[in-house]
Antibody, heavy 119, light 110 residues
């Protein structure tokens, strides 16, 4: 079964750090671009970051640039999101997603992990 | 506020056909393909349409997508109560160098 499972969410104080993980199974992880997308409950989807299949090229939304770092370990079939200098506005459910074609066609999503930034 | 615009709500009666719209710009919809996602409360989004009008395996043919210029549409025919959900369009944005989502449309089946 093709599956993505996120972990690492939790409660963190403003200015703190957190690392999210996304474990992939059931497909050739190293062949696909991957994304992180977040959603404040009751609000819309917002793209956060992406990484190409070869691990060399990344992209970030302006709101997280310089604070978040996306990475992947193709040997471990795992995607990561290192989040530093967290702010209250980073509070959201974070989803990892597989991209079919390297565009905006995300065909497999994890169940989401909740990040709460609060003192 | 998203650079891709969707009406916040839409509605239709069972059996009807509804069309959800998505408006962007030359840097996103105008130059890249559009995807559509369906999301139920407390669950992850599901890909409904990719490449403007292609349905992944398992998506009913009641769902169809189209694109013209800087706008796109998702049509749902034979509306059913189980179609009541949030629908998002998305496209790659060349200025952002990443995907951009519309704000979403909440579809209510009357």
């Amino acid at each position: 079964e093709v599956q993505l499972v996120e972990s690492g969410g939790g409660l963190v104080q403003p200015g703190g750090s957190l690392r999210l993980s996304c474990a992939a199974s059931g497909f050739t992880f190293s062949s696909y671009w991957m994304h992180w997308v977040r959603q404040i409950p009751g609000k819309g989807l917002v793209w956060v970051s992406r990484i190409n299949a070869d691990e060399r090229r990344t992209g970030y939304a302006d709101s997280v640039k310089g604070r978040f770092t996306i990475s992947r370990d193709n040997a471990k079939n795992t995607l990561y999101l290192q989040m530093n200098s967290l702010r209250a506005e980073d509070t959201a459910v974070y989803y990892c997603a597989r991209d079919l074609f390297g565009a905006a066609s995300m065909d497999v999503w994890g169940q989401g992990t909740t990040v709460t930034v609060s003192s | 506020q998203s650079v891709v615009t969707q009406p916040p709500s839409a509605s239709g009666a069972p059996g009807q056909r509804v069309t959800l719209s998505c408006s962007g710009s030359s840097s996103n919809i105008g130059s890249n393909t559009v995807s559509w996602y369906q999301q139920f409360p407390e669950t992850a989004p599901k890909l409904l349409i990719h490449s403007n009008n292609q349905r992944p395996s398992g998506v009913p043919d009641r769902f169809s997508g189209s694109k013209s210029g800087t706008s796109a549409s998702l049509a749902i025919s034979g509306l059913q109560s189980k179609d009541e959900a949030d629908y998002y369009c998305a496209a790659w944005d060349d200025s952002l160098n990443g995907p951009v989502f519309g704000g979403g449309t909440k579809l209510t089946v009357l």
